[in-house]
């Protein structure tokens, strides 16, 4: 019987074969998956910020001999849109402490007794300050629910910031087609806008007489945003002011500046400062049609820059200690009383008193 070689020859080379292929796949290192791409990271724009330290140099030795002399310096303090480190005062032999007003504004107080050296009536006061640009977009500004009970003293008027008579009557037309907190603080925003101009002449930041103010359309940024928070409160808006200083050069002694807020249910405290729009449009030459001098309009809707620190908030105020000659309009100087008489605190150079501002 002839055998069948062939078979088994194919056989063989077939079971070769599988024996080559799995050495083959034993031997062979299993290639790495490839790598993931990273995940981009979305970048987020920087917050402007300054720091850095404000200080108030007071000279009193050109008052006579014999006279107590009594120096009240509004300092800055911690609060949700600004970290302040405790001032320090350097005033010798002098009575210095750190007060707080019924208000809760913070401040240094000096006194030099009557049989004190008039040589040695000088001190300084300063304090280190960090804030950052404050931003809330429109679509943020969110109103739900209703003004509660404990805004009762932003809804308040005082000596100047009346809300009652003409304000109330102004403030009924200005919002008489808004039914919403958000659209009457929008419209009496828009209507400061078209209807005030900045005044340089004015002395200071203004006194904020708001009736006066109806009639003369003009002033400076105490007085714009005085007629903006009485306009709010006429309206049940409640609103505030604050009054500080800008941290925007070297010498900022008279960089004083005064800007506000409204309450706006279910979103909080919104700043507005339409003093600063009409400043910028007077400044830079700008007709208020001008894309410029509207958007300015729009930064200044729910923000506020940087290169500022508040130093006190309220009106008619009574300092701590009592000062001798009534209620203060508001405390964004500092004040000085000779013998119960007030120092001009408009004018640093005969008070004499200078701030200064030393960036980080």
């Not at 509660?148 to 009652?164: C, P, W």
């Not at 729009?277 to 830079?284: E, G, P, S, Y």
């Amino acid at each position: 019987m002839k055998k069948n070689y062939t078979g088994k020859l194919a056989f063989l080379l077939a079971l070769l074969l599988s024996l080559t292929m799995a050495l083959a796949a034993c031997g062979k290192s299993e290639e790495p998956a490839p790598a993931e791409e990273p995940a981009e990271v979305e970048e987020t724009a920087e917050v402007p910020t300054v720091s850095g330290t404000v200080k108030t140099d007071i000279d009193m030795t050109g008052y006579e001999a014999g006279k107590v002399v009594r120096v009240w310096v509004p300092v800055g303090q911690q609060n949700e849109d600004q970290e302040v480190e405790e001032a320090v005062i350097d005033a010798g032999d002098a009575k210095a402490e750190i007060t707080t007003d019924a208000n809760g504004n913070k401040m240094a107080y000096i006194e030099w007794a009557a049989d004190a050296d008039p040589a040695s009536r000088k001190a300084s006061v300063s304090f280190h300050a960090k804030r950052s640009e404050i931003k809330i977009a429109p679509e943020d500004m969110k109103e739900e629910g209703e003004v509660g009970d404990d805004m009762a003293e932003y809804l308040a008027g005082s000596k100047m910031v009346v809300v009652d008579g003409v304000v109330k009557e102004q403030a009924d037309e200005i919002t008489a087609n808004e039914t919403t907190v958000l659209g009457k603080a929008r419209a009496i925003y828009d209507w400061i806008y078209e209807n005030f101009e900045r005044d340089n002449d004015v002395v200071g930041c203004g006194q904020g007489d708001v009736c006066d103010l109806l009639v003369t359309r003009a002033g400076k940024c105490t007085d714009i945003n005085s007629v903006f928070v009485a306009l709010c409160r006429a309206s049940g808006i409640p609103a505030r002011e604050m009054f500080g200083i800008r941290m925007n050069d070297a010498d900022i002694t008279g960089n004083q500046h005064c800007w506000a807020q409204f309450y706006l249910p279910g979103t909080g405290w919104v700043y507005a400062d339409p003093a600063d729009v009409l400043k910028a449009v007077l400044t830079n030459e700008w007709e208020k049609t001008d894309a410029e001098a509207l958007e300015t309009k729009e930064y200044y809707w729910g923000g506020v820059d940087e290169k500022r620190v508040e130093l006190s908030r309220g009106r008619d105020l009574t300092l701590s200690p009592a000062q001798d000659a009534g209620d203060l309009n508001d405390f964004g100087y500092p004040y000085a009383e000779v013998d119960g008489e007030i120092v001009d605190f408009y004018h640093p150079a005969d008070f004499v008193y200078t701030i200064s501002f030393t960036e980080d």
